[in-house]
């Protein structure tokens, strides 16, 4: 039984070695990419082993101004998250823990949001923001960035609220609970794997979004991904500062999503297994 299982075994060994180089190898590539000089990034054949240099970090943040749209990134990301959990937690619980009049047409608007690609919508906020003076701001993107991120907050939230017995509400009912109470001390804490999970598409989403980033701004609240794109001018394309704010980019999105790495598996197996 074992000599037969044994080559399956390492089948799947292989097979799993190949993904995970298959999906390394780009983040590997962007990496050393971003240590090589201008000239050892344009070698033909590449080259593998060469002298790292930190020269493109040097020149994206402190002479390209990297440094300060990844910190326009982190605030306008992080603005965009907390306004999404505060306001998107309570209206989770009001779809998962009442009835009301329109509530399948609401929650059928909430999901369907995300179906909307941003290409369609950048002329007109384009045209908005101008017209209000309030191009290149960063409440600008922290607004547009909310209306998509709220709903993935309410769409995980309100299943994790829908996941918490109805009896818990009318224990604490008895006790005197108010609803705020019931929501803030009883279910909150239990929903909370799936606070983390919307956290973090939510963070993500913001932290990596690109097309408003360079339609809604010019320099004062231009964010880290729009930054990258405007080093490719013409013909004139500087690999190894591309792909040192590129790897810049990424570093923050992993450090978050390693923070909340426990939360993160608990909200997304929750409910497999019942």
Request: glycine content about 4%; proline content about 5%.
């Amino acid at each position: 039984m074992s000599a037969r299982k044994q080559p399956s075994l390492w089948g799947q060994i292989i097979l799993l070695s190949l993904i995970i180089m298959i999906c390394v190898f780009p983040f590997y590539w962007m990496v050393t990419t971003s240590l090589k000089t201008h000239i050892v990034a344009l070698q033909t054949p590449p080259a593998w082993i060469f002298e790292p240099t930190l020269q493109n970090y040097r020149e994206a943040l402190f002479e390209d101004g990297v440094l300060r749209t990844l910190i326009n990134s982190l605030v306008i990301a992080l603005s965009t998250t907390a306004l999404a959990v505060l306001l998107g937690v309570p209206a989770a619980f009001a779809l998962a823990r009442f009835e009301f009049r329109g509530k399948k047409d609401l929650w059928f608007w909430f999901i369907t949001n995300r179906m909307v690609s941003p290409i369609v919508l950048a002329l007109p906020f384009f045209l908005i923001a101008r017209n209000l003076g309030m191009l290149d701001k960063h409440i600008t993107l922290i607004l547009i960035y909310l209306t998509f991120n709220l709903p993935i907050v309410i769409w995980i939230v309100t299943d994790q609220f829908r996941g918490i017995p109805y009896d818990l509400d009318e224990s604490a009912r008895l006790e005197g609970a108010s609803q705020f109470t019931i929501m803030t001390k009883i279910c909150l804490p239990l929903a909370m794997p799936g606070v983390a999970v919307s956290s973090i598409f939510a963070f993500i989403f913001s932290w990596n979004e690109l097309m408003f980033g360079m339609v809604l701004t010019r320099s004062e609240a231009k964010t880290a991904p729009a930054m990258a794109v405007s080093f490719m001018e013409g013909y004139n394309l500087p690999y190894g500062k591309i792909m040192a704010t590129s790897t810049l980019i990424v570093i923050p999105v992993l450090i978050f999503a390693l923070l909340a790495s426990k939360q993160l598996v608990r909200g997304l197996t929750m409910g497999a297994v019942k």
